[in-house]
C-alpha cells in the first residue's frame, strides 16, 4: 500500500512538473544549462562578478556544502540554515501547489518551499546564484525548482501561483543599478553604476506599487503572498543604527526628500531603498489589489527569526527574551538587548519591532 502511495505521489509530482516546464516554455524562448531566460539579465549579489566566477568554477569539482564553507564561510549559516524558513510556517500548507520566489537568489527560501512539496519557480536576475540552486537541486534531488533567469519587475505570469515569495526583495525593486553587496554598502561611490538615466527612473513608491501588482497578478484567487522587510521605524534605526541598504543613519524614517538630500551628499545618488511601517505597508499591499493581510512583528530580523508573532496587543504579550548571536559587546545589550524587552515586553511598542512579515492573500 505504502508502495501504491509513493508511485502515485510521484506520478501527480511529474504531472505537475511538466506542467510548469510548459507554462514556462509558452513564455521564455531561450533556456541555458536548464535555466530558462528572459534576456533581461541583472546583478545582485553578496559576490564580485570575479569572485563569483572563481565559486562557480569551484562547484564544478566540490559539493555546494564544500564549497561555501572553503570559499565563502561565512555565508554558509545564510544559505543552508533551516532556521531561515521559520517564516515559510505561516503560510497554509495543506496541499502542494506552485510558488514563485521572487528575487531567490541562492534559493534558501526556494529550497524550502521545494521540500513541502511545491513546485518552486526561482526567479532571480543573476545567473551565478541561480546556477548555484541549481547545482544544489541535483545533490539534493530537488526535482521540483525551476530556475528562470529574469528581472522580476518585467515579469509576465499570470493566474499561475498558489504562493509568492518576497523575501527582502521590495526594498530594491527602485533600485536599477547593478548591487555588489559589499560595494553598495560603503559611503563612497559604487563602481558598480546604474546604465538607466535619472530621468527615466519613476518614483520609488510607484515602482513598489507596479512590482506588487504583478505578484497579484501571478497569484491564483486564494493565492498567499509571504512578503519580509525591515520595520523603517525599528527602535534601533531610531537610536543611530544605519540603514542596512544605504549605511546611513536616520534615512529609515525621516521624510524621504531629506534621507534624499543625505544620501547625495554622502553616496552621491538619490535614496531609492524605501521600507516602510506596519501601516504603510499594508497600505502599500492593499493599492496592489491585496485584500486581507496579517501583518507579524519579527525579531531579531526576518533573515533569522527567533520570534515570530502577530502586531496586535494579544500578540506582544507572547514576546519574550532570547538569544542574539549579534549582540555580544555589553553596550550592545545595554541598547538593543535590555532596552529591547523594556519597549516591547513592558511598554508594548510593537510596532518598533526590527522587521515586518505579511501573510496577505488575493
Known sequence: MKELSSKLKKLIMEKKNNYIKQYLNKIYSKSENGI????????????????????????????CKTAVKSFIPKFEEMIFSSKREAG??????????????????????????????????????????LNFLKTRSIEEGLENIHLVQDDIREVKFKDIADYAIVNGVLEWIPEKSEVIVSEYYEKKVSKTKSSIKKKLLKHPRDMQVEFLKKVYDSLNTG??????????????YLLGRPDPHVNLKFTTFLPRSISNVISKIFRKKDYRTYIYSFSELKDLLREAGFKKIDDYCCFPMYHFPSLIFPNSNEGISQYIAYKDKNIVTWKQKLVFKYLEVFLMKY????????????????
Open 88 to 129: 515559510l510556517e505561516l503560510l497554509d500548507h495543506k496541499k502542494g501547489g506552485v510558488c514563485i520566489d521572487y528575487g531567490s537568489m541562492w534559493g534558501v527560501l526556494s529550497v524550502g518551499m521545494a521540500k513541502r512539496g511545491h513546485q518552486v519557480i526561482a526567479v532571480d536576475q543573476t545567473y551565478d546564484s
Open 347 to 362: 511598554l508594548k511598542f510593537k510596532n518598533l519591532s526590527p522587521a515586518i512579515i505579511v501573510v496577505a492573500k488575493k
Open 36 to 63: 530558462f531566460s528572459s534576456g533581461n539579465s541583472g546583478y545582485w549579489s553578496n559576490l564580485s562578478k570575479d569572485k563569483n566566477n572563481e565559486f562557480s568554477k569551484l562547484l564544478e569539482t566540490k559539493d
Open 223 to 236: 493565492g498567499q503572498l509571504f512578503l519580509a522587510i525591515e520595520n523603517k521605524l525599528n527602535y534601533a
